[in-house]
């Protein structure tokens, strides 16, 4: 009997990247990650049909919404068909046999190793040292074996390339969160992810208004007079065209619900431009 | 005669930095730039009088709102008194007397290494080196001198660390702006910044509401129905309290004209929470 191939997710990173992390959670085991270099690439992969989906970040609860997948989910005509959050774990992590008092050099990302600073700022003997990637540091590490060397990743990347965690958690604020959208071809039939169960729909889209006083007022109008709640809404100046606006919101309820589409068609009038993203299960 | 002492402006980063660039565009040359390593070092300094006033970045074009930022503007007392927008321009720097033909290795943050793959994609024998800081790159090259090593950076980097330009404008998107606020203590009396001249004004304030549907679309009403207009508008869930939001919302208009100050009242009694930031010339 025929294998039967597994599903091939796209995403940015290396191999056990956080965005590794969400496939995981999304798909469990039976998916296969395929890294790519560049978001566009991911997204290019998924038009050209070269990947069943692809898994990307939108927003952290630190560092504010990824705008360029915002842009890239405009650009290309994929669908939201799935969302999932991934709690930031930093750990510090070493090949087998190097024990906690022999590391001196800590290698990360930059943003990853500024999100440590309290445990850098207790082990004052450690120097952080800037490095590509989260995970791409435990490949390196593991590969060159510096005596003194860890890194900073998730413990999905130790796991990966055969690496211990010697102290678990060192970010300075637990509460970062990364969202997480799996993305379909437009009008594909959206495969099931683990524990969507009975979760509340959401819906994302995006629209434009002329930047008149009000305007946003009367199109949340449409809304809120079908007593509809909003979850997220956010504006961005549309790009060389300095008096529009872009608005991202993503509401609570199915695009084919009676309800919304009534909502829709009448945002729609109001809208110079209007486009859903996608209805799913929120996470 | 005594002469009097320059100004000093809390920033984070490198001498070199964008931050930097930001200060000499909003002050010129009189005032003093004091590098910090974290932006909330930058709030304690001028909290604790330390510092004249602080210039810190709170959204990029791309990259979107520095979130850590507004969750410091609410943490302390100080106030939005000027904003100004620099237009990030990466260029390929080097030692004096290291041709282009030399260069191997090209080391800067990883951000800005990751905005210039077009020029790294058509140079394959250069390798992208990651360090931490972009003009704390050009620091190092200019201190270390490798034969075959350049920086990405700004072009004040460059001028500061007496360095060459060997290719200017290398980034892949030339949209590539970020946003930087002037912050004063609370109370004092805001200083002119250059060419503030009679640009209109704007407001920024924080406000939460309950997460009730068509809440929002009231206390937008507060404006609307008063011809107020917005710049921008953008929720993030409240940390530890999943059903309510903080709302960050600029507006065109001044906190102490009438009808500003009739909206913020009517604002004030629909929200849970409100607290005006600045008011301030748009840049």
Not at 160 to 175: C, N, S, V, W
Not at 212 to 236: H, M, Q, W, Y
Request: with cysteine.
């Amino acid at each position: 009997m025929k294998k039967r191939s597994p599903m091939r997710i796209g995403f940015q990173g290396e191999l056990g990247a956080f965005s590794q992390q969400a496939i995981r959670q999304l798909l469990g085991l039976k998916a296969e990650p395929i890294a790519h270099q560049r978001f566009d690439q991911v997204f290019a992969a998924l038009d050209a049909g070269k990947l069943d989906a692809a898994v990307i970040p939108l927003e952290n609860s630190l560092a504010g919404s990824v705008h360029e997948n915002y842009d890239l989910l405009l650009k290309y005509r994929a669908e939201i068909t799935a969302e999932t959050s991934v709690r930031v774990i930093h750990n510090l992590i070493a090949p087998p046999g190097v024990s906690f008092r022999a590391i001196r050099k800590v290698y990360s990302h930059p943003v990853a190793l500024n999100q440590c600073l309290d445990f850098f700022g207790s082990h004052a003997r450690i120097e952080r040292t800037p490095f590509y990637d989260t995970a791409g540091s435990v490949k390196m590490i593991m590969e060159d074996r510096p005596a003194d060397g860890a890194a900073i990743a998730s413990e999905l990347a130790a796991k990966i390339y055969g690496a211990h965690i010697l102290k678990r958690g060192i970010e300075d604020d637990r509460q970062n969160f990364t969202r997480f959208f799996m993305l379909e071809p437009a009008g594909a039939k959206p495969r099931t992810v683990r524990g969507a169960g009975k979760r509340p729909w959401k819906t994302s889209l995006v629209f434009s208004i002329r930047n008149i006083p009000g305007a946003l007022f009367r199109s949340l109008g449409a809304l809120a007079l079908r007593d509809i709640n909003l979850v997220k809404i956010e504006s961005r100046p549309l790009r060389g065209k300095p008096w529009e606006y872009l608005f991202y919101l993503d509401l609570w309820g199915h695009r084919e619900d009676q309800v919304v589409r009534n909502a829709l068609n009448h945002l729609g009038e109001l809208a110079d431009f209007l486009r859903v993203l996608g209805s799913y299960r929120a996470a």
